[in-house]
């Protein structure tokens, strides 16, 4: 099984956190994660009412994954995943905060549906 | 010739300005704008020391048009462009600062090469 891929976070850009964040679906993906430490990729496979496809799912950890915004660690047959908020915050202060309000979320108040 | 769109204020949306500027382009000509207003597209053709191709220049404006971060105005042959900033503040506090520190770059002090 090939390891899974985590940016140092001295190597983590602006411009990939905002392409992985110009994507709504990964914005509420990351936003269940930040509010919940530790969430598996199975527990979000429901946003709101929609159903995301498992390949969707997939593909979106993996952008989220590789641009610094979260880690993954495999447990069994699991993922588990949960944000790098707190280095985050400390490498660009404020930015995903701003980011989280501009879509009308903060961090560990999921918007109400 | 067609009028140019620029979204009201209240439909501009996080996706598309994150997406406008995940792109160090966009960005260098997005600082440059919000440092001194009313910077003309041929006087925007250097980046530091890279020419940028007239036509991905013109792209790059309509990008940053369109998702809400500037505001165009042809004047003769010559386009004015203009930061939505203050606008853009108001509806969305603290992002542009946030994403232009995380680049950087604060606003109206573009990087020293």
Do not use: W
Not at 6 to 11: G, K, L, R, V
Not at 15 to 28: F, G, K, W
Not at 58 to 87: D, P, W, Y
């Amino acid at each position: 099984m090939r390891p899974l891929f985590h940016p140092a976070i001295e190597d983590i850009r602006p411009e990939a956190i905002l392409y992985a964040l110009s994507d709504p679906e990964r914005v509420a993906i990351f936003t269940q994660l930040v509010a919940g430490c530790g969430v598996t990729c199975s527990a979000l496979a429901y946003l709101g009412e929609r159903i995301i496809p498992k390949s969707s799912l997939s593909n979106h950890f993996k952008v989220l994954r590789e641009s610094g915004l979260i880690r993954s660690e495999r447990q069994g047959v699991e993922m588990r995943n949960q944000s790098r908020c707190a280095e985050l915050d400390e490498r660009f202060p404020g930015l995903i905060g701003a980011i989280l309000t501009a879509y009308g979320q903060r961090p560990g108040q999921p918007k109400a549906d």
